[in-house]
């Protein structure tokens, strides 16, 4: 009887063995297969976040509208366009501004390795992971840097801007576009009950930060920039939207599908119809702004009212 228990006991250490050992030795493919098995469940159909576990899975082409440069404070020299992407507006800056060198930032490899072909130099890394002073570069010899929809793909884009801060000259420009979240269609959209990631626009897959203008304002200020010029795009929805509303009285009442929002001012009008805002930025210090500026930065963030203590 002892003998039969023992071959029982250790037939079980055995399969408790094997058991532990299959799960920390055996792997399978990425595609959620466990231990060489194929996967129990698969997706019908492809999905929008399918993307975010695909390496060098987006490579963004064209770039904002070239009114951009209108914000420009100066003839730039030396410009660093930060995810510069395959680099076709760095390319066309750089035809713009032939003498001025034009370096990009973009940490996708397919993407800068086009880029890489097209302007004076690409680092294929992010901002806050490069040594300057290894790649030649001091402080202040950067007097432009291109933000175009960078900050919200950003966990941290407050430690981005306090980087760039930091190596900027003093009479740097900076140019930021960023999406808007107080866009009344993605109001629209969450009113009725839809948060939709998509593959780009205001809710793009790889967003996983979202502002609106104020935020946006307590940023800049808090990292070290003052706004010297803004500037809006819209679509052809939101710019009708726009139109139609803008010679009227206010307050007046928008009526979208779900909702109706009463607008107070011509200024929240143009922010609900806004798809993108753009900013031109420079350094400043904090005893160089004005007391209106200052509360950027002093005064406490409103209290949020979906929440209330």
């Not at 194929?38 to 019908?44: C, D, S, V």
Request: charged share 20%; with cysteine.
């Amino acid at each position: 009887m002892i003998g039969t228990l023992l071959k029982d006991l250790m037939r079980a250490l055995r399969q408790y063995v094997g058991f532990h050992a299959r799960r920390v030795f055996v792997r399978g493919p990425r595609e959620g297969r466990i231990g060489g098995a194929a996967p129990i469940f698969e997706p019908r159909h492809r999905f929008d976040w399918l993307i975010l576990s695909q390496e060098n899975a987006q490579i963004c082409t064209g770039g904002p509208s070239p009114t951009i440069l209108n914000l420009l404070v100066h003839e730039p020299k030396f410009i660093l366009d930060v995810g510069c992407s395959s680099g076709d507006f760095a390319a066309g800056i750089k035809q713009k501004f032939p003498h001025a060198q034009v370096w990009g930032i973009e940490p996708n490899k397919d993407g800068a390795a086009i880029a890489a072909s097209r302007i004076d130099r690409v680092l294929c890394s992010t901002v806050e992971a490069i040594d300057w002073k290894k790649e030649g570069v001091r402080r202040g010899d950067i007097d432009t840097v291109l933000l175009f929809d960078v900050l919200e793909h950003i966990y941290d884009p407050w430690q981005t801007l306090l980087t760039l801060r930091n190596l900027v000259s003093d009479k740097a420009q900076l140019l930021v576009s960023i999406p808007n979240v107080r866009n009344a269609f993605l109001i629209q959209d969450l009113i009725s009950g839809y948060w939709r990631y998509r593959l780009s626009g205001l809710l793009d897959i790889t967003h996983i930060r979202f502002f609106a203008k104020n935020d946006l304002y307590r940023m800049f200020y808090q990292t070290g920039f003052r706004v010297v010029g803004t500037g809006s795009t819209r679509c052809q929805a939101s710019a009708e939207m726009f139109d139609r509303h803008r010679g009227g009285e206010f307050p007046q009442t928008i009526e979208l599908q779900s909702a109706s929002i009463k607008v107070h001012s011509l200024e929240d009008l143009a922010n609900l119809c806004t798809l993108q805002h753009t900013f031109a930025l420079q350094p400043a210090d904090y005893d160089h702004l004005t007391p209106a500026e200052r509360q950027w930065i002093d005064a406490p963030h409103p209290a949020t009212t979906a929440f209330p203590a």
